[in-house]
């Protein structure tokens, strides 16, 4: 089965600083997607960056970039030039590429973070 | 406006009545989801759907029902509410990747949210 974990439950940053949130995966699964999803105050799940498994060059979304390192089955976000509206709680999602139960997304448990003007 | 959309947004029931939190896309999505969000668990999956007539059990089915009659929609039924269900509940609909013949979804896209209360 696979697991997603963040270990930093909540993290703060000070507005236009870059801070970097943590996520590590395990599975046996060769091909699979990466997700972060953004959960502001008002609880809407928006999505803020996707990366395919296969692809060595990591993800960017304007001020949002990962690192992705599939050896080592990491999958860190950087946030760049910070704002007052990313505060908000943060998930990554991990979901396979084929197979049974492929629609699945399976999440960690999320890091909080907080923006300070 | 594309968006999937869930009533209620706020539902406070007692144990044992029945009750049905509807879910609708405009996508034409034919993958849809239920999760439910519980503090310092994340999200998980309970049912999903991978087109009309065709669910399948998630992580955490115990206690719900869906269906599937229609591609837009796909409610979720809880026939006899516990207080363990009270939860944050989720719908998403995803359109299907690639061309393969092996069905694959791609990304999903989340409605607002159901904030659901058993006492």
């Known amino acids: 089965a696979q697991t997603v974990t963040q270990s930093q439950p909540e993290m703060s940053v000070q507005e236009a600083e870059t801070v970097t949130l943590s996520c590590t995966y395990d599975?046996?699964?060769?091909?699979?997607?990466l997700f972060w999803y953004k959960q502001p105050p008002s609880r809407q799940m928006i999505l803020v960056i996707r990366?395919?498994?296969?692809?060595?060059q990591n993800a960017t979304e304007n001020r949002f970039s990962v690192n992705f390192q599939k050896a080592a089955k990491s999958f860190s976000l950087k946030i760049s030039d910070s704002q007052l509206g990313d505060t908000a709680m943060y998930f990554c999602?991990?979901?396979?590429?084929?197979?049974?139960?492929?629609?699945?997304?399976?999440f960690g448990k999320g890091t909080k973070l907080s923006v300070k003007p | 406006e594309a968006q999937v959309t869930q009533n209620p947004r706020y539902l406070i029931t007692v144990t044992g009545k029945k009750l049905t939190v509807t879910c609708s896309q405009n996508?034409?999505?034919?993958?849809m989801s239920w999760y439910r969000q519980d503090p310092g668990l994340g999200l998980r999956q309970i049912y999903y759907?991978?087109?009309?007539?065709?669910?399948d059990k998630g992580d955490v089915p115990e206690g719900y029902k869906v269906s599937r009659k229609e591609k837009r929609n796909f409610p979720l039924i809880l026939e006899s509410p516990s207080p363990n269900q009270t939860s944050l509940y989720f719908c998403?609909?995803?359109?299907?990747?690639?061309?393969?013949?092996?069905?694959?979804?791609?990304?999903?896209?989340f409605g607002p949210g159901t904030r659901l209360t058993v006492l």
């Open positions: 998403a609909s995803s359109p299907p990747l690639g061309t393969s013949g092996r069905y694959r979804t791609d990304t999903q896209y």
């Open positions: 599975t046996s699964e060769n091909n699979y997607y």
């Open positions: 990366q395919e498994a296969y692809k060595q």
């Open positions: 999602a991990f979901m396979k590429h084929y197979g049974g139960s492929q629609g699945n997304l399976i």
């Open positions: 996508m034409n999505h034919e993958y």
């Open positions: 759907s991978m087109n009309v007539e065709v669910t």
